[in-house]
Nanobody, 115 residues
Framework: QVQLVESGGGLVQPGGSLRLSCAAS????????MGWYRQAPGKQRELVAA???????THADSVKGRFTISRDNVKKAVYLQMNSLKPEDTAVYYCNANSNLLSYWGQGTQVTVST
């Protein structure tokens, strides 16, 4: 099993920044990919950014140039630096990790962008 714990969400004004962290524990050797998803009220969960199995990154068009995913392989952690935040970025952000057979999710962290 893999456990994922997110942190770093909160309330921020438009144009502000936040950094989300996700720490993995347990059978982390099984993990092939890790990334961040988000789900806004009334909407489907969507990919924000992720590391592929080859180590490259992908970012949703809506966050390109503003969000950056990074990782620390020693700490088994991934991060999401979010700059120039917009009200439409308001959502619950979830950390995701995938093995060959299973998909794991964190509990989610709320990000609210508002004045």
């Amino acid at each position: 099993q893999v456990q994922l714990v997110e942190s770093g969400g909160g309330l921020v004004q438009p144009g502000g920044s936040l950094r989300l962290s996700c720490a993995a524990s347990g059978s982390t050797f099984r993990i092939n990919t890790m990334g961040w998803y988000r789900q806004a009220p009334g909407k489907q969960r969507e990919l924000v950014a992720a590391f592929t199995s080859t180590g490259t990154t992908t970012h949703a068009d809506s966050v390109k140039g503003r969000f950056t995913i990074s990782r620390d392989n020693v700490k088994k952690a991934v991060y999401l630096q979010m700059n120039s935040l917009k009200p439409e970025d308001t959502a619950v952000y979830y950390c995701n990790a995938n093995s060959n057979l299973l998909s794991y999710w964190g509990q989610g962290t709320q990000v609210t962008v508002s004045t």
